[in-house]
């Protein structure tokens, strides 16, 4: 199995670069088009547009199992250069699913796919053994931390009522992972275990598990209501 996807390595590259790309592209085609439905009801019916939110169906959960899938073959290829567009592609797909549908674990995949692409750019371009691991681990766990302590401006007196201000606890966790599994990395190879590779997919596993299990707070409900206070002043238009 090694020795045909080496010799076919360009090929597999590329299917997953379609996938991720495709994937992208339905999820925002999905977004649009539903944007166009409410343009069109804004301008005929108004009173229409509490109810045509748009909800989550079987092909927004079909879209997240094709990005996971694309990310999951590109965790195999990761020192190959063209593969973290890939998996960025993959993870803004998630974030989208996980927008429009309110899907809280979507989001995690995500944010666990942005911390992917970064470690897996760091390998791809500066093959360091597991050093390298620790310095891309390192860098995509900073990186998630720091999102986490920006975000915090999405609140509105501690009350996230934005997609972001929800995600604020998904990625510290995540962020979290991430620097438990770079400490575990770089004990493992100052005492000559190495195994980085290993040592990288268990704390994305576990990142996914973590990422997962954050439950949703009452706040995550604040943006339905500031929308269904458009209904009142709708049909006062009338």
Do not use: K
Not at 34 to 63: E, G, I, K, N, T
Not at 148 to 156: E, T, Y
């Amino acid at each position: 199995m090694s020795q045909w996807l080496a010799e076919h390595v360009r090929e597999v590259v590329g299917v997953l670069y379609a996938l991720a790309a495709a994937d992208l592209l339905v999820a925002l085609g999905l977004v649009l088009a539903h944007r166009r439905r409410r343009m069109a009801c804004w301008l005929d019916q108004p009173q229409r547009l509490v109810a045509l939110q748009q909800r989550s169906s079987p092909v927004w959960a079909v879209l997240v199992a094709v990005a996971f899938v694309a990310c999951a073959g590109a965790a195999m290829f990761h020192l190959h250069a063209a593969l973290p567009p890939a998996v960025l592609l993959a993870a803004f797909a998630c974030l989208v699913a996980g927008h429009v549908c309110r899907w809280s674990w979507a989001s995690g995949l995500g944010m666990v796919f942005v911390g992917q692409a970064v470690t897996s750019g760091v390998l791809s371009w500066w093959d360091a053994g597991w050093l390298g691991g620790v310095i891309g681990l390192g860098l995509s766990s900073l990186y998630l931390l720091w999102l986490g302590r920006f975000w915090r401006q999405q609140l509105r007196d501690g009350a996230a009522w934005t997609t972001t201000g929800r995600m604020i606890p998904i990625v510290r966790r995540v962020g979290f992972v991430g620097v438990a599994g770079t400490l575990a990395i770089l004990i493992s190879g100052l005492a000559g275990l190495g195994a980085h590779s290993v040592g990288l997919a268990v704390t994305w596993l576990v990142a996914v598990v973590v990422a997962n299990t954050t439950a949703p707070t009452p706040d995550a409900e604040q943006d339905c209501q500031v929308q269904s206070n458009a209904q009142p002043a709708a049909s006062l238009s009338e």
